[in-house]
């Protein structure tokens, strides 16, 4: 029987070539590159001394990241802030650069694509009874990471 392959990097040299390879691929948080390095087996000093040099090189950039993940998330899933801000607190970004982030999605936008987002479901619900369906479009756009005070503005205006 064959061992399963280790994932072993012993040359802090070739972690940093193949971290390099890992954050030019796409944006990367500096905890998920973190995890990665840890995965791979190295040191924690030799760890942190990869991420300084990524971070020099321009190669991991935390603020890039957090504006990708956010224009990301709003335009290809439709997430709304809350969400958002939630992911990028799972992914350990500070506070102010995820303030900063979200931030880049414009009010207008934001508030269309709530709209939107409430029609698209509307026209899927069964449900004929008024205030029954607008819990479900409620729960729903919760769901999807929007606020509470602009979810009931937007069930108004559709009224």
Known sequence: MEEPKSKKIIDQQAAY?????????QE???QEVRDKL???????IEVENII??????NFLNEERFAKAYVQGKFNQKGWGRIKI???LKLKRVPEGL???ALQT???DDYTT?????????AATLTEKHHLKRRYKLQQYALGRGFEPDLIWDALKAAD
């Open 113 to 121: 694509t709530l709209q939107n987002l409430l029609a698209k479901k």
């Open 17 to 25: 070539a193949k971290a390099e390879h890992y954050c030019a691929y």
């Open 105 to 107: 999605i414009p009010d």
């Open 85 to 87: 801000k939630q992911g």
């Open 98 to 100: 995820i303030r900063k």
């Open 38 to 44: 840890y995965e791979w087996e190295l040191k924690p």
């Open 52 to 57: 300084s040099r990524l971070i020099e090189n």
């Open 28 to 30: 990367r948080a500096q």
